[in-house]
């Protein structure tokens, strides 16, 4: 972008007020207009005689090549690559980070192993609830370099009758991720509350996730307070709150191993908004058991295999699943002629998901999208003028909105907009290529052995 000197005359007389002026107004008394902006020769013009903005940098100064390797190699980029380097010789745990942190003896700082001390703990603690007070489910992570003498390459690891060290292992980090409530979750628990329903929270997350993603969505409302929001408005323990004036409350699975079942029912009777936190599929079975003996209707809602025996206990079982229309077709699905003449399955041995459903889920399928997708999208560019070696390095002058004639493989010149629809219309053909895929493997999949003229479309 290029000024001219009565453009620099302007910002110098600009008002200390002009920043509460509407940007029209501040457009019309200053008579300019961002959306034209110059043209070719008026801004050859100004950068002969004005110089370039110096603080934009010259296009030739980073290369698209230094580019890529500084986001392939540099930063945290290398040592992402050092991680699935260390994988074949490394034993690397992740988990809840307090469950971690006690299992790790050393914490890895800056390229050296330092001892884990008091200092540490309380610089983990420090980041640990800085991230969950956002809401963030966070993870910690952890190594332990293993000798090739005592594991070799064909080491035989059990998880149940664990075979390898899990202690004085090497902290590593934390990292963290947000998964945000859907947009219609408040309104749906204000419905709930209004029709005189009781929700109760019950998560694996950290309680302070737990409770801020609880107040997000009107779990914990508003003005309601908990033990620990009454201690810190008084500035007293936790201990000393009487815990019949908290209206809600968030209870922790180690909290909760521990509670006798009168004690779990007289949080159930006097708290009207109530989150547990850190709880394993035993303890949510426990606590639908100990709402059904107070007499309520228990309705739980899941979505994974950790909270089927409390949907299988409670009175109404809703199951959140995605993919409702291909569910729906299944229900109707004819079953396949020869289904009688298999061999039963045997539950040991036979395994929902194995080597050869992700290799043909990702090796074949997923590849074949993947590559229609892409065919599409360099098609319809091509079509258009620009070819797959017009597009190299090209990134910066596309998404500038102050290049108005960028020339294509023939010479043609497109403006900002013309690019953007024209970037579009090939996102749109991309994801329709995968529909299309997507659709021809629905096909396949309706039979094992039969091809579709045997089984039919019933």
Request: some cysteine; overall charge negative; glycine content about 6%.
């Amino acid at each position: 972008m290029f000024f001219s000197n009565s453009q620099r005359n302007i910002s110098v007389s600009i008002s200390q007020d002009d920043h509460k002026v509407d940007l029209i107004d501040l457009y019309q008394r200053y008579n300019t207009n961002p959306k034209t902006g110059l043209t070719d020769v008026e801004a050859r013009r100004l950068l002969d005689r004005d110089g370039p903005n110096v603080l934009s940098p010259s296009q030739s100064e980073i290369s698209e090549w230094a580019k890529f390797r500084r986001q392939m190699f540099g930063d945290s980029a290398l040592l992402l690559w050092i991680g699935a380097i260390l994988c074949f010789v490394t034993h690397v745990m992740k988990g809840a980070p307090e469950q971690i942190l006690e299992r790790c003896s050393s914490i890895f700082i800056n390229g050296a192993n330092i001892e884990m001390n008091n200092y540490w703990r309380s610089e983990f603690q420090r980041s640990y609830m800085e991230l969950a007070s956002m809401g963030e489910s966070v993870l910690g992570f952890c190594d332990l370099h293993l000798s090739s003498h005592d594991y070799p390459k064909d080491y035989q690891f059990d998880g149940e009758q664990v075979n390898f060290p899990l202690d004085n292992l090497r902290f590593l980090g934390l990292m963290s991720m947000i998964d945000p409530p859907k947009v219609a979750v408040p309104e749906a628990v204000a419905k709930c509350r209004s029709a005189g329903i009781k929700i109760i929270m019950m998560t694996s997350d950290h309680p302070i996730t737990a409770k801020v993603i609880a107040r997000a969505v009107g779990i914990i409302s508003e003005n309601t307070e908990t033990v620990e929001d009454i201690a810190e408005r008084l500035e007293i323990p936790p201990e000393r709150v009487d815990p019949h004036k908290a209206k809600a409350c968030v209870i922790d699975g180690n909290d909760l191993k521990k509670m006798l079942p009168a004690e779990i029912d007289t949080v159930l009777r006097n708290h009207t908004e109530i989150v547990f936190a850190r709880i394993d599929p035993e303890q949510k079975l426990i606590i639908v058991e100990e709402c059904q003996r107070q007499g309520a209707i228990v309705t739980v809602i899941g979505g994974d295999v950790y909270d089927s025996s409390a949907l299988r206990k409670a009175d109404i079982g809703v199951t959140m699943v995605t993919d409702i229309i291909p569910t729906i077709s299944l229900a109707y699905e004819k079953a396949e002629t020869d289904i009688m003449k298999r061999r039963p399955s045997i539950p040991r041995h036979n395994r929902l998901v194995n080597e050869r459903l992700i290799s043909m889920t990702y090796g074949q399928i997923g590849f074949i999208q993947v590559g229609a997708g892409f065919f599409t999208y360099f098609v319809i560019m091509a079509e258009n003028g620009f070819l797959p070696s017009r597009l190299v390095g090209l990134r910066k002058s596309w998404e500038s909105k102050y290049v108005n004639d960028l020339q294509d493989s023939y010479g043609q010149e497109w403006t900002y907009e013309q690019r953007k629809q024209l970037e579009v219309t090939c996102h749109i053909a991309f994801f329709i290529a995968i529909i299309i895929c997507q659709s021809a493997v629905l096909i396949i999949c309706k039979t094992r052995r039969n091809s579709i003229v045997q089984q039919g479309m019933k």
